[in-house]
Each structure stands twice: as structure tokens, then as C-alpha cells.
């Protein structure tokens, strides 16, 4: 989505995955036309084995077209750099928090001791003497370490103020454009209730940690099937862990076969058709008439379920009930 947009100016057919025009192929006039979605026209199949099956047949789409070839990768981004920057910061920290656990614990442990043997009585001590000793030189190797490792902190965290710093006075950096958002639009093909509608303004660069982040927020516990297109954020590792952390199938639509993915397909033609006569200057305004549609879209009457006329919250409180 655009981050300014004038009312009823048309909203352009743009892939959120690629950002590039989507267009169709046109098939030959002898072709006859097979993809893998034909497995949910046979009426013998429920609709849990046709997913398995689809997504057996469609696993070839999780491999990188790039893989094993021997194109040498371009130079990243600037912004990806960044980004692959912070995550390794991140990373630092995590680790941070870990080592001071320990050292917590460690220190725990060691007052622990020597109040064990300070409560001894003269004779028990010279017993024990030799075994709090070495507890006590292990404790000072402890203490050293963890002085080196504070001194290390400080180094590292002052290259990293010095870092950002530069970055920030540096009159030759280029400037990124946010001209472009993104939106993640998650719904169920059950109930056909809108589950989140985040927005990021990395726009086309969003990236797969800002994806998951939202996802992990969004996606309900009861997930079996997730279906996306081919993005790659849908084809990172990261996005595999987290399919596998939440123990669901993810189901990759084949190119130019928007109807394996037709439900969310038509969610975006209903949301593009309600903003269109809607005006924003920033992306709190966007993220305001968001807020508006989604209660709008699930509370209001829809054709397209196995109850007509039911909206999307009602037919998911029924299924409850069940």
C-alpha cells in the first residue's frame, strides 16, 4: 500500500511479496492446462488429505530457485545489512542475559558455601579445609572471568554507540524510502474471519523477523494449514523453524495460480475496494482505517460459508459450540 493516498485514486495490483506487477500467463491454444490444485476438485477426498497432498506436491516450491548454482550473490543492501547487524546484536544481548544468570546463580551457590563452612566448628573445618579451597579458587577464577567479560561488554557496547553514531552524522549515507507499506493479511479459510492486518513500513524490504514477530502474535494455536505465496520471508529458515515450532504445514501457492490462495485473494480485492475512497497522509492514519475495516469485515454478513448469510464471527462462535 501506498504510504499517502488520495481518495478514490485506484489502488495498484502490486504482489506484497515482490513488489512488481503481477500479471498472468496466457496459456497456448494447445495446452492443456494441469497444476496441483485439481486434487481439491476430487469430491472423494476430504479437505485435510487434499492439503497433505497438495503440499506433497507442491514441496519442490520451498527449494531456492538459486540453489546449487553458481551465480556469485550481489553485495546486500544497506538496510539488510542493518538489519542483519541489529539481529546479531540481538543476539549478543540474548547471550548477555545468559551469562548473567549464571554468574547469579554461581554467586548464589558460592555464598551458599562459605556460609556452610563458616557455621562449621574449628575441627570440622580443618576436614573440610581442603574441599573449600578449591570451592574458593574456583569462585575467584569465576569472579576474574566475569570481570574480563564486563571489560569486553564495555568495549563492545562503546563501538556500537560509536556505530550508530556515525551512522547517524554521516552526510553520505543514503537515505531509504518509505514511500511503500506492507501489510500481512492473515484469515482463516474456515470461518473466513480477518485473524490481524499488521503493517510494516520496510515496505518491500520488510524482512522475515519483522514477518514472524507479527505471525507469532496472529497465527492461532489450532493452526494446521498455512498457505502463502512464494515469497521469500515464507522460504527462509526462519520461517521453517517457526513452522515447525508451531507445528503446521505450510502450504506454498503455485505462480500464477492466485486461487489455490483464493480466499485471501478476494479478502484484498474487498479491502482495496473499501479504502479506495479513503484518504491518509501518514501510516497511524493507514493503521487507523485498518483498525476500523477489520471488526467491519468479521461482523458483517458473508455469502461464502457453509451458512450463508452468517458473518465470520458468528459462523467461528457456532463452531465453538459444536
Same mark, same amino acid.
Given at each position: %500500500?501506498?504510504?499517502?493516498?488520495?481518495?478514490?485514486?485506484?489502488?495498484?495490483?502490486?504482489?506484497?511479496?515482490?513488489?512488481?506487477?503481477?500479471?498472468?500467463?496466457?496459456?497456448?491454444?494447445?495446452?492443456?492446462?494441469?497444476?496441483?490444485?485439481?486434487?481439491?476438485?476430487?469430491?472423494? !477426498?476430504?479437505?485435510?488429505?487434499? %492439503?497433505?497432498?497438495?503440499?506433497?506436491?507442491?514441496?519442490?516450491?520451498?527449494?531456492? /530457485?538459486?540453489?546449487?548454482?553458481?551465480?556469485?550473490?550481489?553485495?546486500?543492501?544497506? &538496510?539488510?545489512?542493518?538489519?542483519?547487524?541489529?539481529?546479531? &546484536?540481538?543476539?549478543?544481548?540474548?547471550?548477555?542475559?545468559?551469562?548473567?544468570?549464571? &554468574?547469579?546463580?554461581?554467586?548464589?551457590?558460592? /555464598?551458599?558455601?562459605?556460609?556452610?563452612?563458616?557455621?562449621?566448628?574449628?575441627?570440622?573445618?580443618?576436614?573440610?579445609?581442603?574441599?573449600?579451597?578449591?570451592?574458593?579458587?574456583?569462585?575467584?577464577?569465576?569472579?576474574?572471568?566475569?570481570?574480563?567479560? #564486563? @571489560?569486553?561488554?564495555?568495549?563492545?557496547?562503546?563501538?556500537?554507540?560509536?556505530?550508530?553514531?556515525?551512522?547517524?552524522?554521516?552526510?553520505?549515507?543514503?537515505?531509504?524510502?518509505?514511500?511503500? #507499506?506492507?501489510?500481512?493479511?492473515?484469515?482463516?479459510?474456515?470461518?473466513?474471519?480477518? #485473524?490481524? #492486518?499488521?503493517?510494516?513500513?520496510?515496505?518491500?524490504?520488510?524482512?522475515?523477523?519483522? @514477518?514472524?514477530?507479527?505471525?507469532?502474535?496472529?497465527?492461532?494455536?489450532?493452526?494446521?494449514?498455512?498457505?502463502?505465496?512464494?515469497?521469500?520471508?515464507?522460504?527462509?529458515?526462519?520461517?521453517?523453524?517457526?513452522?515447525?515450532?508451531?507445528?503446521?504445514?505450510?502450504?506454498?501457492?503455485?505462480?500464477?495460480?492466485?486461487?489455490?490462495?483464493?480466499?485471501?485473494?478476494?479478502?484484498?480485492?474487498?479491502?482495496?475496494?473499501? !479504502?479506495?475512497?479513503?484518504?491518509?497522509?501518514?501510516? @497511524?492514519? +493507514?493503521?487507523?482505517?485498518?483498525?476500523?475495516?477489520?471488526?467491519?469485515?468479521?461482523?458483517?454478513?458473508?455469502?461464502? %460459508?457453509?451458512?450463508?448469510?452468517?458473518?465470520?464471527?458468528? +459462523?467461528?462462535? /457456532?463452531? &465453538?459450540? %459444536?
Amino acid at each position: %500500500m501506498p504510504e499517502k493516498h488520495i481518495a478514490q485514486e485506484t489502488l495498484p495490483a502490486v504482489s506484497g511479496s515482490s513488489g512488481r506487477l503481477v500479471v498472468a500467463r496466457l496459456p497456448g491454444p494447445d495446452t492443456v492446462a494441469s497444476w496441483p490444485g485439481q486434487i481439491f476438485d476430487e469430491a472423494a !477426498l476430504d479437505y485435510e488429505t487434499a %492439503m497433505e497432498q497438495y503440499a506433497e506436491n507442491t514441496r519442490d516450491r520451498l527449494v531456492h /530457485r538459486h540453489a546449487g548454482s553458481n551465480c556469485q550473490p550481489a553485495e546486500p543492501a544497506r &538496510w539488510r545489512q542493518e538489519s542483519a547487524r541489529r539481529a546479531a &546484536w540481538y543476539q549478543v544481548r540474548q547471550q548477555r542475559l545468559q551469562q548473567d544468570q549464571a &554468574w547469579r546463580t554461581a554467586k548464589t551457590q558460592w /555464598r551458599v558455601v562459605r556460609q556452610a563452612y563458616q557455621a562449621l566448628t574449628r575441627s570440622q573445618r580443618r576436614l573440610q579445609k581442603d574441599n573449600f579451597e578449591r570451592s574458593k579458587q574456583l569462585w575467584q577464577a569465576q569472579r576474574q572471568q566475569r570481570r574480563q567479560s #564486563l @571489560l569486553q561488554r564495555q568495549e563492545e557496547n562503546a563501538a556500537w554507540h560509536q556505530r550508530n553514531q556515525s551512522l547517524k552524522t554521516d552526510p553520505t549515507a543514503p537515505t531509504e524510502s518509505r514511500a511503500w #507499506l506492507a501489510v500481512l493479511v492473515v484469515t482463516d479459510n474456515c470461518t473466513r474471519q480477518c #485473524l490481524g #492486518l499488521p503493517v510494516f513500513r520496510s515496505g518491500s524490504k520488510l524482512t522475515s523477523v519483522e @514477518l514472524i514477530a507479527a505471525l507469532e502474535q496472529i497465527l492461532p494455536t489450532e493452526l494446521q494449514f498455512l498457505i502463502s505465496d512464494q515469497g521469500t520471508h515464507f522460504r527462509s529458515n526462519a520461517f521453517a523453524q517457526l513452522a515447525q515450532e508451531k507445528e503446521f504445514v505450510h502450504i506454498p501457492i503455485y505462480r500464477h495460480r492466485p486461487q489455490t490462495n483464493g480466499i485471501a485473494e478476494r479478502f484484498v480485492l474487498t479491502l482495496k475496494n473499501w !479504502l479506495r475512497d479513503k484518504s491518509w497522509d501518514t501510516i @497511524l492514519e +493507514f493503521e487507523a482505517w485498518l483498525a476500523q475495516f477489520q471488526p467491519f469485515y468479521n461482523t458483517r454478513p458473508h455469502q461464502g %460459508m457453509a451458512i450463508p448469510g452468517l458473518s465470520p464471527d458468528e +459462523f467461528a462462535n /457456532r463452531i &465453538w459450540l %459444536m
